[in-house]
């Protein structure tokens, strides 16, 4: 399993590989020490029970989604369809228009889940078993105010 940490003293992201299992690493920006406590699952890539980070054990599971993609496609589409429209081949336009909502669906579909610790906002990418729900707004406003209290940021 491959954990991407969060930095809580700065916006640097560090990855982790679960297997090593480290008890503590030091942020390359700010060097500031986070220490790390793996859970037997999260270093066997079994499921995500509790966060190295945090030690919390609320998760949410979200699409590996790189919103940058899937926008560069639709992007294009009507860029190209814009061309087309303009020369009076309306038919062509649409036919590229839908081709592209439709290859970022199948791009949106293969995408895999990761799990994000509510807390911390780590993410867990591996082949563990998700487990967790989707994103609540509601339980992240109490878990983020927790956590950012604990580590000094209020
Ligand atoms: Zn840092
Ligand atoms: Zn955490």
Known sequence: MHILIRCPACPASLPVS?????????CGRCGREIRLA???????????????VCSGADFY?????NPRVGLGVVIA????S???????RD????GILASAALI???VYG??????????CHSEFRGAYQRRADAFDLHTADILEMEYERKVGRR
């Open 110 to 119: 293969r995408l895999k889940d990761l799990t994000v610790c509510y807390r």
């Open 91 to 94: 038919l062509v336009a649409y």
């Open 104 to 106: 970022d669906l199948v």
């Open 77 to 80: 589409g009507a860029l190209v």
């Open 61 to 65: 599971v979200r699409k590996d989604f």
């Open 38 to 52: 793996f859970s037997e699952a999260v270093r066997e890539d079994r499921a995500v029970d509790r966060c190295p």
């Open 82 to 88: 814009a061309a087309f429209y303009w020369t009076g």
């Open 18 to 26: 679960a297997a090593e299992g480290p008890a503590a690493i030091r």
